[in-house]
């Protein structure tokens, strides 16, 4: 496991800095989070259950403003960003769920296909890009399958086909793993490592202490608490305003 | 857009449920109970309209001389003096068989031939109807010419046996009026109803929608279409089965002559109107849905 190189000036595709989050008047569950995530790199966000994960990737995939502090993506402030620029934004990241969260009237070929639609892709030109997906993934013959109809393995094959399937520039994933066998675990995270090197950056939130050790280059932040933390006294996560 | 144009392989986004649920059924009724509303409405106000044209300027004089040939004499002089005025735009002598059988109706001899009405002593009337809106001038010069052709004869202007009846006629076409304007906004009420419905039931996939880069006009006009198709089919419903009863109700109508009832109908006016409202009722049940949408999806990131 290798440290979390310093933000090159002008190059991290996300800085949070100074990032807070609470809902309502409650204590902040986020605290003073500050790091930037480099294009191309491999990312894991651990933590116990409660710790912040999940409201931490939220703010990264745009589902989530931030109560205080400045979030950056590619290149721009989104914390001031008027809501109906956000959708352009959501085009290029990826998401992926422990629940997979497959429409379930929908075919896989049509769950796939569905941000390409979104974004206005004709049939004709959607029609190549879905198959090869499909083929990917390894469920070719079952392109009209219902999600019902589908394990969870491969349930969650085809979110992860939905999600990288327009080429995003970054990949979240939460707990994507939590709901398939071991093996299945493997062969998904074999899928995130070859996204990876194709050139996006991920982010897989996991509490599985296995995964995080079969990704060679992988870089990891840690959530305790609502604040990032430095286990191993390696990490170095340096703030936006910080060289 | 009433109806927006969504691509097909976008509507699959929402299962098809056309005409389930209770939203087609509940937009039926209120539209039959409008229709029928604004009919009655329409047909209250032109009857008003028609009676007050009708009493504005007519007085009906009673002779009430006990002697029937002297009756007969003094309608006759004071009907041809009468219409000598410049003052009256016309007069006219009711005949005895005309009001026998307006009479008839009441004691149960249509055509009037039921001897104890014929025995019946009754007056002679002479219908004047005055020229212009002024009364009082008229009146006044009337009352001397009665007097001078038909001493003791009684002036009785319409206006004041039916202006009661007209101005009731009035206040139930007002009342109409209010209750298609109460189930208008009961049927916007429906469909914002339904759209909150929609939007709840379908959250996890607007989430999805959302989360993969689809905008809010996306979002909308996919549930908007959904919307207005179903509201369409409840209106088009509602319409129909108004539509048949009016025309029962006109069938009957057409055999009812006597009195206010022939002063009741639609006009070319009243007619573009009842076809006009279901059209209306599409474009604001489309509107409403539309700006519930919207409102809705801004409270979500």
Do not use: C
Request: hydrophobic share 50%; no cysteine.
């Amino acid at each position: 496991m290798t440290d979390v190189s310093p933000a090159r000036p002008g190059g991290a595709m996300v800085e949070f800095d100074g990032v807070g989050l609470r809902y309502g008047p409650d204590a902040e569950i986020l605290s003073d989070i500050s790091f930037n995530l480099q294009p191309g790199s491999f990312y894991f966000l651990t933590g116990a259950s409660g710790a912040g994960k999940t409201s931490l990737l939220k703010m990264l995939y745009l589902a989530q403003r931030p109560s205080r502090g400045i979030v950056r993506l590619f290149g721009e402030d989104l914390v001031a960003m008027p809501r109906h620029r956000l959708p352009g934004f959501r085009r290029r990241i990826g998401v992926v769920f422990q629940d997979f969260r497959l429409i379930p009237h929908l075919s896989a070929r049509d769950n796939i296909a569905l941000p390409l639609r979104i974004a206005g892709v004709s049939e004709e030109d959607l029609s190549g890009p879905v198959g090869e997906m499909l083929s990917w993934i390894g469920l070719g013959d079952r392109a009209d399958a219902r999600p019902a109809t589908l394990s969870g393995g491969e349930q969650q094959r085809v979110a992860i086909a939905r999600a990288v399937i327009a080429r995003p520039q970054l990949l979240v994933a939460d707990e994507p793993t939590g709901n398939v066998d071991p093996e299945m675990a493997m062969r998904l995270l074999g899928l995130f490592e070859a996204l990876n090197r194709l050139g996006t950056t991920v982010v897989v939130a996991t509490h599985d202490i296995h995964l995080i050790s079969r990704i060679e280059n992988a870089q990891m932040m840690r959530l305790e608490r609502g604040r990032l933390s430095d286990p191993t006294g390696a990490l170095r996560y340096p703030p936006a305003n910080r060289a | 857009m009433i109806i927006p144009r969504v691509p097909v392989q976008h509507r699959r986004l929402l299962p098809d449920r056309r005409l389930s649920g209770p939203t087609p059924w509940v937009i039926a009724i209120l539209m039959m109970l409008t229709l029928l509303a604004a009919a009655a409405g329409v047909g209250l106000a032109r009857s008003a309209n028609a009676i007050g044209a009708a009493i504005a300027g007519r007085v009906t004089v009673q002779i009430v001389t006990a002697n029937p040939v002297t009756r007969a004499e003094q309608a006759a002089a004071l009907r041809r003096a009468a219409a000598a005025q410049p003052f009256v735009l016309s007069a006219r002598s009711v005949e005895p068989e005309e009001l026998q059988a307006t009479l008839g109706q009441w004691f149960g001899a249509a055509e009037g031939d039921d001897p104890v009405l014929k025995s019946l002593p009754l007056p002679a009337l002479v219908d004047i109807d005055f020229v212009g809106e002024d009364r009082t001038g008229p009146m006044r010069q009337l009352q001397a010419l009665v007097a001078r052709e038909a001493p003791g004869a009684r002036i009785i202007p319409h206006a004041e046996w039916l202006g009661p009846v007209a101005r009731l006629i009035r206040s139930l076409a007002w009342i109409a009026g209010g209750m298609v304007l109460l189930m208008t906004l009961a049927s916007a009420a429906v469909v914002i109803m339904t759209a909150r419905a929609a939007l709840a039931t379908h959250f996890p996939t607007i989430e999805m929608l959302h989360m993969i880069g689809a905008t809010d006009r996306q979002i909308t006009r996919l549930f908007q279409r959904r919307i207005a198709i179903d509201t369409a089919y409840g209106i088009a419903l509602g319409t129909v089965v108004a539509a048949a009863i009016l025309l029962l109700i006109g069938w009957q109508w057409s055999g009812v002559t006597a009195g206010l009832a022939a002063t009741a109908s639609f006009g070319p006016a009243g007619w573009a109107l009842l076809l006009a409202l279901p059209l209306l009722a599409i474009a604001l049940a489309a509107l409403t849905a539309r700006q519930t949408l919207l409102a809705a999806l801004k409270k979500i990131l």
